[in-house]
């Protein structure tokens, strides 16, 4: 019997980006508009697998969102999240990568006219807690998120993959309104997995200037992450406008992005296009409703 060959995208796209069996560190929400970055850019509730730490920024009780992401045209990466909670946070995200139907070759390489689908699940849950250091110039955040994945092809799982997120914000009144820092480490229970994620953000007046470092344990693939994100307020409506670029050691695997949000009083909508050297343009959808 001939061997089957089975090209999977997600591999693909995993082996590319971040490793194999991290799908949940994809880019998703808010990062894919600003480099990628997942240590200092806000995605609210998303933010349980980008920096779980970051889930409290938000004033408002209750976030729900949906998140769709479009690699090819039967390729897609859905995200469905919701947090509540004031001060602390407590969140749930679902997360479904589907790679539409791909062609079984033999191993010479011939279509057998066989399809599969395959596509990775996972359920997410976290929580966030912020403290006041000093005076509420100075906020330190903490967040703890596990993810449990699911492969639809093996019928295996994977164990619980651990995620630690560090925040810190200081508010001032003068030209530079915020500095953040954060520091994220992604599957800390896996060494063979671990990424770790570190940025900073200056925020002066509209413009907040992003620049952040990504690498994983062991890899010699470093990423450099620079974006800027304008904000213009008008009326009871907030436009914000991002580009950024993500510069790899592996060159063949730089990223650059753009994208736009809209938000008008609870409600808001983002739109963002990045495109990558091999998977091509990358188009993003989100709505999110905060009460």
């Known amino acids: 019997m001939k061997k089957i060959f089975l090209f999977s995208f997600i591999n693909l796209l995993s082996i590319i980006l971040y490793g194999n069996n991290d799908f949940f560190n994809l880019p998703l929400s808010n990062s894919l508009m600003l480099a990628t970055d997942q240590s200092v850019i806000s995605n609210k509730s998303f933010s349980l697998v980008s920096n779980p730490a970051l889930m409290y920024d938000t004033d408002e009780i209750f976030t729900v969102e949906y998140n769709k992401i479009f690699y090819f045209a039967q390729t897609n990466y859905e995200n469905f999240g919701i947090s509540f909670g004031k001060k602390n946070k407590v969140g749930i995200l679902i997360n479904k990568f589907s790679s539409g139907k791909i062609e079984i070759r033999d191993i010479d390489g011939l279509p057998t006219d066989k399809t599969i689908n395959y596509s990775l699940f996972s359920i997410n849950t976290g929580i966030a807690a912020t403290f006041e250091l000093f005076n509420k110039k100075n906020i330190f955040g903490i967040g703890i998120t596990e993810s449990f994945v699911f492969d639809n092809l093996t019928a295996e799982t994977n164990n619980f993959f651990t995620h630690l997120g560090l925040v810190y914000n200081f ?88 994208g736009f949000n809209i938000k008008y009083k609870n409600f808001g909508f983002t739109y963002s296009y990045s495109f990558h050297e091999l998977l091509g343009s990358i188009n993003s959808i989100q709505i999110n409703l905060e009460i």
């Not at 896996?190 to 002066?204: E, N, P, R």
């Not at 620049?211 to 620079?226: D, P």
């Open 171 to 258: 508010y001032n009144k003068n030209y530079i309104k915020l500095f953040r820092c954060g520091f994220v480490i992604k599957s800390i229970n896996y060494s063979q997995y671990t990424t770790y994620h570190f940025g900073y953000l200056i925020k002066t007046g509209i413009l907040s200037i992003i620049n952040s470092y990504e690498n994983k344990t062991e890899k010699e693939n470093g990423k450099i992450k620079i974006s800027l994100l304008f904000d213009i307020p008008v009326y009871n409506t907030n436009i914000a406008f991002g580009i950024g670029y993500c510069f790899s050691q592996n060159r063949d695997s730089n990223i650059a992005t753009s």
